[in-house]
C-alpha cells in the first residue's frame, strides 16, 4: 500500500509523508506512477516515496537519521542504521577525547587505531551506505564521512603501515602538526555544513553536532597554534578533548533514542524538538484548535 495512505504509520514525530525528502519531486517525473506507488510501498519514505512538493515543505534534513522513534515497528521492512553508525562514532570519539583530555597520562593516541579502522571505521561506513539505501541523504552523507574520517585518522596513525608521519618528518614536528591541524580544520568546515542542516531538527541532535563542530575547531588551532616549546597548545588540545567527550555523549543519547521503540522500552527518551520545527507547529496547531 502506497505510504502517502498511511502516513501516520510510516512518520516519526516530525510531520506527515506529504513533506518528504530533497530529490523526490525528480525521481517522482522518472518513473511512471505505477513504477512510483510501488517503490512508495516498498521503501515508505526517502526519495522513492511519492511526494508532491508543490502542495508540502521539504522534510527536515533527511528521514530516520533525526533519532528518537515514535512509529510503530512491527511492519518495518527496513531497520534504522543510524543508533548503530551514532554508536560506533560515539565510542570512537570517547576514547580519543579521553586520551587528548591526558588520561591517565595517556600521552599516544594509537590505541584508537584498532578502534578507528574496524568500529568508528568500517561500522560506521557500512551504517552509512545503509541510510543510503532505506533513502536518508543526510544520515548516508554524514555517517560514511565520518567513518571515512576514522578510516583516514587511524591511516595516519598506523606505525610504519604508510608512512605518512614518517614523510612529514615525523610526529610531533612542526610539519606534521601543520598538516594534521589543516586536516581538522577541513573536518570543521564539513561539519558546520551538517550542523546548518540539523536546525529543523531537534535539541539532542543538533548539539551532538555542535560539540563536534567545537571539538575540530579546538584540535585544528591546537595543533596551528603550538606552545613555546612547539608542540600542539596543551590546553586547547584538552579542551578540544572536553568538547568530544560531550559529542560521544551526545551521539550515544541519540543513538538510544533511535534504538528505544515500543518492541523493548518501557519509555522514549526526550529529543526536544525546536519551536520552528515541523513538530513543534503542529503540537502547537493542535493546541489551539482542541
Given at each position: 500500500?502506497?505510504?502517502?495512505?498511511?502516513?501516520?504509520?510510516l512518520?516519526?514525530d516530525?510531520?506527515?509523508n506529504?513533506?518528504?525528502?530533497?530529490?523526490?519531486?525528480?525521481?517522482?517525473?522518472n518513473?511512471?506512477?505505477?513504477d512510483?506507488?510501488?517503490a512508495?510501498?516498498?521503501?515508505?519514505?526517502?526519495p522513492?516515496?511519492?511526494?508532491?512538493?508543490?502542495?508540502?515543505?521539504?522534510?527536515?534534513?533527511?528521514?530516520?537519521?533525526?533519532?528518537?522513534?515514535?512509529k510503530?515497528?512491527?511492519h518495518?521492512?527496513?531497520?534504522?542504521p543510524?543508533p548503530?553508525?551514532?554508536?560506533?562514532?560515539?565510542?570512537?570519539?570517547?576514547v580519543?577525547s579521553?586520551?587528548?583530555?591526558?588520561?591517565?597520562?595517556?600521552?599516544?593516541p594509537n590505541?584508537?587505531?584498532?578502534?578507528?579502522?574496524?568500529y568508528?571505521?568500517?561500522?560506521?561506513l557500512l551504517?552509512?551506505?545503509w541510510?543510503?539505501?532505506?533513502?536518508?541523504?543526510?544520515?548516508?552523507?554524514?555517517?560514511?564521512s565520518?567513518?571515512?574520517?576514522?578510516?583516514?585518522?587511524?591511516?595516519?596513525?598506523?606505525?610504519?603501515?604508510?608512512e605518512?608521519?614518517?614523510?612529514?618528518?615525523?610526529a610531533?614536528?612542526?610539519?606534521f602538526?601543520?598538516?594534521?591541524g589543516?586536516?581538522l580544520?577541513?573536518?570543521?568546515?564539513?561539519?558546520t555544513?551538517?550542523?546548518?542542516?540539523t536546525?529543523?531538527?531537534?535539541?539532542?541532535?543538533?548539539?551532538?553536532?555542535?560539540f563536534?563542530?567545537?571539538?575540530?575547531?579546538?584540535?585544528?588551532?591546537?595543533y596551528?597554534?603550538r606552545?613555546?616549546?612547539?608542540?600542539?597548545?596543551?590546553?586547547?588540545?584538552?579542551?578540544?578533548?572536553?568538547?568530544?567527550l560531550?559529542?560521544?555523549?551526545?551521539?550515544?543519547?541519540?543513538?538510544?533514542?533511535?534504538?528505544?521503540?515500543?518492541?523493548?522500552?518501557?519509555?522514549?527518551?526526550?529529543?526536544?524538538?525546536?519551536?520552528w520545527?515541523?513538530?513543534?507547529?503542529?503540537?502547537?496547531?493542535?493546541?489551539?484548535t482542541?
Amino acid at each position: 500500500m502506497a505510504a502517502a495512505e498511511h502516513p501516520q504509520a510510516l512518520e516519526k514525530d516530525f510531520g506527515s509523508n506529504s513533506e518528504g525528502i530533497n530529490g523526490a519531486h525528480d525521481t517522482h517525473h522518472n518513473m511512471s506512477a505505477e513504477d512510483t506507488a510501488r517503490a512508495a510501498a516498498r521503501f515508505g519514505y526517502g526519495p522513492l516515496a511519492h511526494v508532491n512538493t508543490a502542495e508540502a515543505q521539504l522534510r527536515p534534513f533527511g528521514g530516520e537519521f533525526q533519532p528518537g522513534l515514535y512509529k510503530s515497528v512491527e511492519h518495518r521492512k527496513f531497520g534504522n542504521p543510524a543508533p548503530l553508525g551514532l554508536s560506533a562514532f560515539a565510542l570512537t570519539t570517547f576514547v580519543l577525547s579521553l586520551i587528548n583530555m591526558g588520561t591517565r597520562d595517556i600521552s599516544e593516541p594509537n590505541i584508537v587505531v584498532a578502534l578507528a579502522f574496524g568500529y568508528g571505521g568500517l561500522v560506521q561506513l557500512l551504517a552509512g551506505m545503509w541510510e543510503m539505501a532505506v533513502g536518508n541523504t543526510f544520515g548516508a552523507t554524514a555517517l560514511s564521512s565520518y567513518g571515512g574520517f576514522w578510516l583516514a585518522f587511524a591511516i595516519v596513525l598506523t606505525p610504519g603501515g604508510f608512512e605518512i608521519a614518517d614523510a612529514l618528518g615525523g610526529a610531533g614536528t612542526p610539519e606534521f602538526d601543520n598538516s594534521f591541524g589543516l586536516f581538522l580544520f577541513g573536518w570543521f568546515i564539513f561539519t558546520t555544513i551538517l550542523l546548518f542542516c540539523t536546525l529543523r531538527s531537534t535539541v539532542a541532535f543538533f548539539l551532538l553536532f555542535f560539540f563536534l563542530d567545537l571539538t575540530f575547531l579546538l584540535l585544528g588551532i591546537g595543533y596551528l597554534h603550538r606552545n613555546a616549546e612547539g608542540k600542539p597548545n596543551p590546553p586547547v588540545i584538552k579542551a578540544g578533548g572536553f568538547f568530544g567527550l560531550l559529542a560521544a555523549f551526545a551521539a550515544w543519547y541519540n543513538a538510544l533514542a533511535g534504538i528505544a521503540d515500543n518492541s523493548n522500552s518501557f519509555f522514549i527518551l526526550p529529543v526536544a524538538h525546536f519551536p520552528w520545527s515541523p513538530t513543534a507547529r503542529s503540537r502547537k496547531t493542535e493546541r489551539e484548535t482542541a
